[in-house]
C-alpha cells in the first residue's frame, strides 16, 4: 500500500524532489500512513546517467544532490518507505538509463540510498519469456544480495509472469497500463484465472489506482475509483494510489480511506478472489460477481456493473455454489460502503438492484447467520 507518481505527475516539471517531499507530507496529514499506505514510489524520470563506475546518477534539475538519498532520508523522517524505479532493458520507458547489464551495481546504489522498493518495467526489452525471467532473477539476485529487504515489484505487462512470478519478486504486472476505465476492465478480466498465483510474499498487480492529475483531469470517474478500489481488494492487488493527494476529492479520500475494505485487501489469508458469476466486462457492456474467501471464514463479495445503463445484478445458487453456499444455508450481508447495514441471504440468492451505470456496483462481507460479521 501506498503512493506512485506516475499518473499523478508523469514526467512533468512537477516531477521533483521537492514534489515528492510534499507528497510524503500529504500522505502523513491525511493519515494515510496509519491506514497501511507506507510506500512512497518515485516512478520514471528521476534518473539521467552513469558515472564513470557505472553507477547511477539522478538529474541535478530535479533532485539537486545527484542522488535519491536526501529524498530516502526525507520520506523514512516521516515514518514511511521509499520506493523508485528503473527498467530491465537498455532504457526506461522515457529513456533514461535502464538495469541491463547494470543489476549488481544498481542493486547497491539502490540499497547505499536506502531504497525500500523497485519496480522494474519492461521498455526496450526483450520479451522473449526466458530472456525476461533471466533478467528479472539478474535483479532479484542483485537486490538480495545488498542485504537490504527491497520490495521488488516486475512491471512486465503480461499474464505470463504470473505463474512464475513468486520465484522472481513480490508482486508482478499481469497486463497493460491501465490508464483509464477500458484499462481498469481490461486489468480485472486478465485476473479472473490468475488468482491462483498469489499468495503471501507475491502478487498479481493488476496496475495502479486511479484518481486525478496533479492538474486536476479525471482519468475516471470518482464512481470507477471506488469501483477499482474494490475490485483491487478482492483481488489481493497492491494498493497504490496514483493520483493526486492535493486534487483528490472528498469522495475518493473517503474511498481510499475505507477501513473494512482495506481490510479485505490486506487479509491475512492471502487468497485472491475470482469471478464466480457473468463473463468479460468492457466498456459499456457486461456485469459480474466477484468472491474472496477471508481467513475468518467469511467472504467478500463484488457485484459489478459495466453497463452503460443502471442494471441489478444477481449471484443464483450457482454463483454462490461456486464459494461453498447451500440454497439451505442463511447468510449474513454487510454493505462495506453504507456501513452497518445488514441483511440476511436465503435460498443461495441475491440481487444488487439499480446499480449505476459504468463502474455502480455493492461491495459485501457475508457470513454463516451465526457468525459474528464486523
Same mark, same amino acid.
Given at each position: ?233 478482492? !483481488?489481493? &492487488?497492491?494498493? +497504490?494510489? /496514483? #493520483? ?10 473517503? %474511498?481510499? @480511506? ?72 442463511? !447468510?449474513? &450481508?454487510?454493505? +462495506?460502503? /453504507? #456501513? ?10 441475491? %440481487?444488487? @438492484? ?21
Amino acid at each position: 500500500m501506498g503512493y506512485n507518481s506516475w499518473y499523478d505527475v508523469e514526467c512533468s516539471a512537477g516531477m521533483s524532489e521537492a514534489f515528492m517531499k510534499k507528497t510524503a507530507d500529504r500522505m502523513v496529514q491525511l493519515g494515510l500512513d496509519r491506514l497501511g499506505y507506507k510506500y512512497l514510489n518515485l516512478d520514471d524520470c528521476w534518473a539521467k546517467g552513469r558515472n564513470d563506475d557505472g553507477s547511477l546518477y539522478a538529474d541535478n534539475s530535479t533532485f539537486p544532490s545527484g542522488t535519491l538519498k536526501p529524498l530516502a532520508d526525507y520520506v523514512h523522517s516521516k515514518g514511511l518507505l521509499f520506493g523508485t524505479y528503473t527498467d530491465r532493458g537498455p532504457q526506461t520507458c522515457a529513456r533514461r538509463p535502464g538495469a541491463q547489464d547494470h543489476e549488481e551495481i544498481d542493486a547497491r546504489t539502490y540499497a547505499e540510498w536506502g531504497v525500500d522498493y523497485l519496480k522494474e518495467d519492461s521498455c526496450f526489452a526483450t520479451t522473449d519469456h526466458d530472456a525476461a525471467f533471466l533478467q528479472y532473477g539478474k535483479m532479484r539476485d542483485a537486490l538480495n544480495a545488498t542485504g537490504r529487504p527491497i520490495f521488488f515489484s516486475l512491471c512486465g505487462w503480461n499474464d505470463w509472469y504470473a505463474p512464475v512470478g513468486q520465484s522472481l519478486g513480490n508482486a508482478w504486472r499481469t497486463g497493460p497500463d491501465d490508464t483509464n476505465w477500458d484499462g481498469v476492465l481490461q486489468n480485472i478480466n486478465i485476473l479472473a484465472d490468475l488468482g491462483k498465483y498469489a499468495a503471501p510474499g507475491g502478487w498479481n498487480d493488476p496496475c495502479l489506482l486511479l484518481s486525478k492529475t496533479a492538474g486536476g483531469q479525471d482519468r475516471v470517474t470518482d464512481l470507477q475509483s471506488r469501483a477499482q478500489f474494490s475490485m483491487w481488494a478482492i !483481488l489481493s &492487488a497492491p494498493l +497504490l494510489i /496514483s #493520483g493526486s493527494l492535493f486534487q483528490m476529492s472528498d469522495y475518493t479520500l473517503a %474511498t481510499y @480511506t475505507n477501513k473494512a475494505v482495506i481490510a479485505v485487501n490486506q487479509d491475512s489469508l492471502g487468497k485472491a478472489g475470482s469471478r464466480i458469476s457473468g463473463a468479460n466486462v468492457t466498456v459499456g457492456s457486461g456485469s459480474n460477481v466477484w468472491a474472496r474467501s477471508l481467513a475468518d471464514g467469511s467472504h467478500a463479495l463484488v457485484f459489478l456493473n459495466a453497463n452503460n445503463a443502471t442494471a441489478d445484478v444477481t449471484c443464483g445458487k450457482d454463483c454462490f455454489a461456486a464459494i461453498g453456499v447451500l440454497p439451505s444455508d442463511r !447468510l449474513v &450481508a454487510t454493505d +462495506l460502503w /453504507s #456501513g452497518p447495514r445488514r441483511e440476511d441471504i436465503t435460498d443461495a440468492t441475491f %440481487t444488487a @438492484t439499480s446499480l449505476a451505470a459504468d463502474g455502480g456496483h455493492l461491495m459485501l462481507k457475508v457470513s454463516p447467520s451465526h457468525a459474528i460479521v464486523v
